[in-house]
């Protein structure tokens, strides 16, 4: 967490000094409370994703592929569900495997941190 109230706080000095987007009511501290609430799960994610790959033997030049990923199923959980979810998941697997990632790795993630296990068939008997 000490990375997360780090990002916490380079928001909020950026705000502060000027260069960071303001809210049109300058309410800069409901804007920074605002920003912590909604980078939570992604930095909670982040850190779960970062055991995944602790435990794998990844390199860690590699972790940012594998952090973006785990950013991008953060995203997709939080616009689909169900079907549309396995789907979009499965997506993405691909783009990334055809990047280069490992597509068990990225499987891994997706049943361990998001609580999607791609392999699993769906209620109607299909595997998508």
């Known amino acids: ?4 109230d780090l990002r916490c706080a380079r928001f909020e ?17 409901k804007q920074v ?19 995944i790959l602790n435990e794998e033997g990844v390199s860690v030049i590699q972790y940012v592929i594998y952090l973006n990923f ?7 959980s939080r616009m689909y569900t169900d079907k549309t979810l396995r789907f979009e998941a ?6 990334w ?10 499987k891994t993630i997706c049943r361990q941190v998001f609580d999607l ?4 068939e769906t209620q109607d008997g299909s595997n998508g």
């Open 1 to 4: 967490m000490k990375d997360f």
């Open 13 to 29: 000095h950026g705000l502060r000094s000027g260069p960071g987007s303001r809210r049109s009511d300058n309410d800069l501290d």
């Open 33 to 51: 409370r605002n920003y912590r609430k909604g980078s939570a799960p992604i930095a909670a994610a982040d850190g779960r994703v970062r055991d």
């Open 70 to 76: 785990g950013r991008r199923m953060a995203r997709l």
């Open 90 to 95: 499965m997506v993405a697997v691909a783009q």
């Open 97 to 106: 495997q055809y990047q280069g990632s490992s597509r068990e790795i990225l």
């Open 117 to 120: 296990d791609l392999d699993a």
